[in-house]
């Protein structure tokens, strides 16, 4: 049955519409991985001899008491990109398949996932250049199976936070306080996580542990989704309670407001648009790597430009890249009405424009540090509302990739999402701020490549109409496309 699972898959694959489609993105998307691939293994190998060369610490034990930090940014780095993988079990539910072959073979296809592959390009180089410092074999080996036991913990763990919200709040708020103690020298867990995974080299029946824990957590997940294998329970549309959220102060705006209390209904109530504020919440704080001098290697100028387009663009950017594929579950309808264009892509615009400028005003904090540093914030977000809020709606246009509101994945974007043409438009999202504000530096001073880049977002805004009637004239073309893609279910 696993065989004929596994040809139904390739089936599915090969004859999907998108199959044959964006062959360039597929290759690029393999040397990507062969990109990850290296770097993991070059990091694994040289990350003994690094420490050994920065610290007087002895490495092994340096590795096993940051290793928690290790596995905590895998499980979120999986939460926000890794999608769960699906079947489409409701015909399988009609015959004679037993209901665990079907979970799992479900659960199986997550294993051969590339977010657990990378990690073994990391721990097995690592692990051979412990035995060529001398380690004990047979404890480098029981390391090692324990290090690849909880890379497949967190991956059947990811799933389970994906499904269940609980268990999401759960270890949010464990990671969150650990973090929050170890920050303020009240608690460091790093001080006994260390005894356990330089146990499983000391001791090789510790090895026994992160082998049962795993086994656990795979028969929790197994059990809630065979649970919920029924076409009247799990399957079925959940239907919530509804609120009424009439937004009426958005009635003078005609059909503008019609379309902007719709797009705030959608972030409200469904999960994946939620997931886009946090990511918002997020870039924040992003500038802070960049901006204020923290971290040495970005510490110039032109990271500061860099940092500020994420700073007040992290709104824009993530949901601005996905219009229309916000509405692709009713996308074909919507488009069946007597509904303007203009009026559709003016609302989403609009609420970039509107949360672009929240986010910079919260984002003054960023004087502490400077009137310079708040200062670049503020004149790339002119930027981002008069130049890159017309180039995420236009990536927007190419992107065509139906969304699952109910889930988080892919919050970053997804496969799909990227082609030539969005590629190509990251050229002005990004490279061109940073090349106003170094002509403007090199000919005159720091405040005047700021103010260069101001202008171009005065301009932008400026020219808003000619430039809406040339982003409506593509939406209008690529229409009947965009409706195909969302036909697609594979």
Do not use: C
Not at 223 to 233: E, Q
Not at 270 to 276: D, G, H, L, P, T
Not at 339 to 351: C, E, M
Request: no cysteine.
């Amino acid at each position: 049955m696993i065989k004929r699972f596994l040809s139904l898959e390739w089936k599915s694959f090969t004859r999907s519409a998108a199959f044959q489609t964006n062959l360039a993105i597929k290759i690029l998307m393999l040397f990507g991985a062969l990109y990850f691939i290296v770097v993991f293994s070059l990091l694994g190998a040289g990350s003994y001899y690094i420490i050994e060369d920065i610290t007087e610490s002895e490495p092994f034990q340096i590795i096993n008491k940051f290793i928690l930090y290790y596995f905590a940014f895998d499980l979120v780095f999986r939460f926000f990109l890794q999608k769960t993988p699906v079947m489409n079990i409701r015909p399988l539910l009609y015959i004679n398949i037993k209901k665990d072959t079907i979970v799992n073979f479900t659960l199986g296809k997550s294993v051969l996932s590339f977010f657990n592959i990378m990690h073994f390009f990391f721990f097995i180089p690592l692990a051979v250049v412990l035995l060529i410092k001398g380690f004990d074999a047979l404890g480098v080996i029981t390391w090692l199976i324990g290090m690849l036991v909880f890379v497949f913990t967190i991956n059947f763990l990811n799933i389970l936070i994906d499904k269940k919200d609980i268990v999401f709040y759960s270890v949010a708020a464990i990671f969150i306080a650990l973090g929050a103690l170890h920050y303020y020298g009240l608690f460091d867990a790093t001080n006994y996580t260390v005894l356990f995974f330089k146990g499983l080299y000391d001791h090789v029946w510790m090895v026994i542990i992160p082998i049962a824990v795993l086994i656990l957590i795979y028969k929790i997940v197994h059990s809630f989704f065979k649970s919920n294998l029924y076409l009247d329970a799990g399957l079925s549309i959940k239907h919530e309670i509804a609120k009424t959220q009439n937004f009426e102060w958005l009635d003078q705006f005609g059909m503008l407001g019609a379309f902007l209390k719709n797009d705030i209904r959608l972030i409200t109530r469904n999960k994946r648009a939620r997931s886009v504020i946090i990511m918002s919440i997020m870039f924040l704080f992003y500038g802070l790597i960049f901006m204020i001098g923290a971290v040495k290697p970005y510490d110039g100028p032109f990271s500061m430009i860099f940092g500020a387009i994420f700073v007040s663009g992290g709104f824009l950017f993530n949901f601005g890249q996905f219009v229309p594929s916000w509405d692709s579950s009713y996308y074909n309808l919507m488009m069946s009405q007597n509904i303007k264009y203009r009026d559709y892509l003016s609302s989403k615009w609009w609420l970039m424009v509107i949360v672009t400028v929240v986010s910079t005003v919260l984002a003054s904090f960023y004087l502490y540090f400077g009137w310079k540093v708040y200062l670049a914030v503020v004149a790339v977000a002119f930027y981002n509302i008069g130049i890159n809020a017309y180039i995420t709606l236009l990536v927007g246009a190419y992107t065509r990739t139906p969304i699952d509101l109910t889930s988080n994945k892919n919050a970053f974007g997804d496969k799909k999402a990227f082609n030539v043409k969005t590629l190509l438009l990251i050229i002005p999202q990004i490279v061109l701020p940073v090349f106003l504000y170094f002509i403007g530096m090199y000919f005159f001073n720091q405040l005047i490549g700021f103010l260069f880049v101001a202008l171009a977002g005065i301009a932008g805004f400026a020219l808003k109409n000619k430039v809406f009637n040339l982003i409506e004239d593509i939406y209008k073309k690529q229409k009947y496309e965009t409706i195909a893609a969302y036909k697609q279910k594979n």
